[in-house]
């Protein structure tokens, strides 16, 4: 039962906040909701903690188990999720006391969030997919919700209802490659999806063709999600649209859901030594880092500049597990330590860019609670008014910018330096070339944006701003000191990350 606590508390808090809020108004102290969802994620937060030390752990409901029952697994890599998404909620509901003041149905954006990480937790803790099908909606309709909150606008209104659409036809794709799944072997447990592919594999009882067909549905069912190119269109309108806490949610831990959940099964069922799935994340990764790259350089809106740097993001994330994958399939356990520095950059990246967007888009939604513009042109300078959201964007931008030593440059190194540890493979190097290229471009553009946002003169609408009220600020300047402890304690975190991705390539 220990397992469930961490979502129950977040759904319960979820269900009692708008009763709560009901009687909140009549004593005139309607702050009570925002205490509750800050507190439910700290105790949800200090729950997740305390699993270290005690894993694995699994729960089913008795008689209901595996093979054909619903089963709940924490290991180090689902910890580890799980504990990035609760962690920035957390930040979320703090920064959202001051920021979201202005709306109205606040006790439905506070339910919709705790809702959002119960779901992603969930999704990080299931063992098979009808589990984890359940939770992903629970996170994809919360999502969809909260992009929308503003629905007197037009803007947030199409965002959402395209965000929708193509959500939905991705997930499904991969429901569609999950059915095809429980068709050849009558289970959704990973356990025994694991053993029983290998062994369809292994005596040819269904066509190669049919399961790569599989493995491309979950690629592209949970990849429009985590914004693969050319599955991204509805990253970019969202972003913008939504309010600047649930962007750094949707930026900095929800897409990053899809690539767990992509990774997870790919890695679990389709062993990498047998199938070969990580030539295609290694296209796929490319493409969404060049793209989305040249795109980021014509946006005039911090928002959707931000929006595409999360896309070049999932690209290296990308490209990293592909690397892993593909080093398995072509060189076999022999070249291991090489599939794992590959997984290891790709997952610290994963931390690297929740903490480095989230903290970004807080910052952006500092910039235009004061200024009221998200024009890049018209917030020259106002790192000059605002100097505590100032200086912490700019480390924001120098750790996804790659800047040694901070932990952004380490876990892109990871991933290259796999990519080049087996020369005479002209893909691998290819792909590398590429990637390194693409990290220098993207680096051009996050200095560019530094230094319009700290060293330009202030222009006459950022000259009348001042810094954010504390409990925004408080927010980013922890995301900011994470960034710096991360690299300061970067062994200690490589060990927590190296556990986390021995469980992804050792299946289960």
């Known amino acids: 039962m220990l397992i469930l606590q961490p979502i129950i508390v977040l759904l319960g808090a979820a269900a009692i906040i708008p009763l709560i809020d009901l009687l909140s108004k009549k ?24 699993f270290f030390g005690n894993l694995p752990q699994s729960f089913s409901i008795d008689p209901y188990g595996p093979p054909l029952g619903v089963e709940l697994r924490v290991d180090n890599l689902s910890l580890y999720m799980a504990i990035i998404f609760c962690g920035l909620g957390l930040l979320v509901s703090i920064y959202s006391i001051k920021y979201m003041e202005i709306d109205s149905g606040l006790d439905k954006y506070y339910s919709l969030l705790l809702i959002l990480v119960a779901g992603m937790i969930g999704v990080a803790f299931s063992n098979d997919f009808f589990n984890l099908y359940v939770f992903w909606e629970m996170m994809c309709i919360a999502s969809y919700t909260l992009v929308s909150f503003r629905k007197y606008k037009w803007e947030p209104v199409e965002a959402g209802f395209k965000y929708l659409v193509m959500s939905t036809i991705g997930s499904l794709i991969s429901l569609y490659g999950i059915s095809l799944l429980y068709g050849l072997v009558g ?21 190669l063709s ?5 493995i491309c549905m979950i690629i ?41 959940a992509m990774f997870r099964s790919l890695f679990t069922i389709f062993q990498p030594k047998i199938f070969d799935f990580g030539t295609i994340l290694m296209l796929f990764g490319v493409l969404t880092i060049t793209v989305a790259n040249f795109m980021a350089l014509m946006q005039k809106d911090i928002k959707r500049l931000l929006a595409y740097s999360s896309i070049v993001n999932i690209g290296y994330i990308l490209v990293g597990g592909g690397i892993g994958a593909y080093v398995l399939t072509h060189y076999g356990l022999k070249e291991a330590s090489i599939a794992g520095i590959a997984i290891i950059g790709s997952l610290l990246h994963i931390l690297n860019h929740a903490i480095s967007k989230g903290l970004l888009f807080l910052c952006s939604g500092c910039f235009t609670h004061e200024a009221k513009t998200r024009a890049i042109s018209k917030l020259e300078g ?5 100097p505590l959201s100032g200086l912490s964007l700019s480390i924001g931008l120098f750790n996804l910018a790659g800047i040694p030593p901070l932990s952004g440059f380490w876990s892109k190194l990871f991933i290259i330096l796999a990519g080049l540890s087996i020369p005479e493979n002209n893909f691998m190097l290819a792909i590398s070339i590429i990637v390194i290229l693409n990290s220098i471009f993207a680096a051009s553009y996050y200095l560019w944006l530094t230094q319009r946002i700290m060293l330009k003169k202030p222009t006459e609408i950022v000259e009348k701003v001042h810094e954010a009220p504390l409990s925004m ?30 469980n992804l390539l050792g299946g289960v």
């Not at 049919?210 to 599989?214: D, V």
């Not at 970019?236 to 309010?243: K, R, W, Y």
């Not at 106002?382 to 605002?386: A, E, N, Q, S, V």
């Open 27 to 50: 004593i005139g102290f309607e702050k009570i909701r925002d205490i509750i969802a800050i507190v439910a994620f700290l105790i949800a937060f200090i729950i997740l903690y305390s």
């Open 187 to 207: 289970t959704l447990n990973f356990t025994q999806l694991h053993s029983a592919i290998e062994k369809i594999y292994r005596n040819g009882s269904a066509p």
């Open 210 to 214: 049919l399961l790569y067909l599989i």
């Open 220 to 260: 592209v069912g949970f990849g429009v999600t985590a914004a693969m190119v050319p599955l991204h269109t509805w990253l970019p309108d969202a972003h913008p649209a939504a309010p600047s806490s649930i962007s750094a949610m949707l930026s900095g831990v929800v897409i990053k859901t899809g690539v767990y």
């Open 382 to 386: 106002i790192g000059k008014r605002m």
């Open 473 to 502: 600020v408080f927010p980013i300047i922890v995301l900011a000191i994470l960034c710096i402890l991360i690299t300061i304690k970067l062994d200690l975190f490589i060990k927590i990350v190296e556990l986390a991705s021995n």
